[in-house]
Nanobody, 124 residues
Framework: QVQLVDSGGGLVQAGGSLRLSCAASGRTFSSYAMGWFRQAPGKERKFVAAINWIGSSTYYEDSVKGRFTISRDNAKNTLYLQMNSLKPEDTAVYYC?????????????????WGQGTQVTVSS
């Protein structure tokens, strides 16, 4: 079992940066592929970025490529999402998730555990 706690959200102006963190409990964190998803008001939760178990492979949704960077520190049981050049359309609740698969996963159905979410608001 893995428990995830998201943090780092907030209010930022367009063009600004934020770094989200996801602290995981459990000794098996390093064996899970991890991902970030986001959900805007009235919309479904959508994929943002994913990383494999060791951090050697990443995958991004097209709209965040070149602006967001997903990374992990297995020694600290922590997942990160560095978000630069933020846009108003990035406003959403961001969720980290853990998948029992080792390789990067895009589909929500591949993820077994979810954080509680952290709000990111980008003002224009």
């Amino acid at each position: 079992q893995v428990q995830l706690v998201d943090s780092g959200g907030g209010l930022v102006q367009a063009g600004g940066s934020l770094r989200l963190s996801c602290a995981a409990s459990g000794r098996t964190f390093s064996s899970y592929a991890m991902g970030w998803f986001r959900q805007a008001p009235g919309k479904e939760r959508k994929f943002v970025a994913a990383i494999n178990w060791i951090g050697s492979s990443t995958y991004y949704e097209d709209s965040v490529k070149g602006r967001f960077t997903i990374s992990r520190d297995n020694a600290k049981n922590t997942l990160y999402l560095q978000m630069n050049s933020l846009k108003p359309e990035d406003t959403a609740v961001y969720y980290c998730a853990a998948s029992h698969y080792s390789f990067t996963q895009v589909s929500k159905s591949a993820y077994d555990y979810w954080g509680q979410g952290t709000q990111v608001t980008v003002s224009s």
